[in-house]
């Protein structure tokens, strides 16, 4: 057999049912046309230029989807800076040599622009997040640290020391 024939496809006989979660969607098998599109049903004509210029501020910032995107923008290298170096100062980690055998786990950055009630930006987020999927516990892992808390959890821990004396 040789690699230069043209292989052909064979199409499936399967039968293909809509999964369950898009039962309350119309969708148009194969087309790329909408039957109903929202631009029939949703129009800017209609509001004040006040509320039409708070609507523009949100499209007006785009957030980075990759760490490449991200660095073409001081702003967003800056507040990466900041979340890099508050994890040192949490001592959320530390620089060991890896062991043989044993493999890094990824990560990666998350990007988020935090707005005012008016539609200011109040702040730009970067956080960088490990892909712990990749873990397996007792081989990869022993124990876990989360440099975030929530204020539920720290009343519980106070009340449960409280009513335990």
Not at 25 to 46: A, E
Not at 134 to 149: C, N
Request: proline residues 4%.
């Amino acid at each position: 057999m040789t690699y230069d024939q043209p292989t052909t496809l064979k199409k499936s006989t399967r039968t293909s049912k809509q999964p369950i979660w898009m039962k309350d969607y119309v969708v148009q098998s194969g087309k790329t046309c909408n039957k109903h599109p929202i631009s029939n049903h949703l129009s800017y004509d209609k509001i004040t230029p006040t509320y039409h210029s708070y609507l523009a501020k949100f499209s007006a910032l785009i957030k980075p989807q990759t760490f490449k995107e991200a660095v073409k923008d001081e702003r967003w290298v800056e507040y990466m800076k900041q979340e890099i170096k508050t994890l040192e100062e949490n001592k959320t980690w530390e620089v060991v040599t890896l062991p043989k055998g044993k493999n890094t786990v990824d990560s990666k950055w998350v990007y988020k622009i935090k707005y005012q009630a008016n539609g200011e930006v109040e702040r730009f987020k970067a956080r960088l997040v490990t892909k712990g999927y990749s873990q397996r516990e007792g081989l990869d892992y022993h124990d876990t640290f989360s440099p975030v808390i929530k204020m539920v959890t720290v009343r519980t821990v106070i009340t449960l020391a409280i009513s335990k004396g």
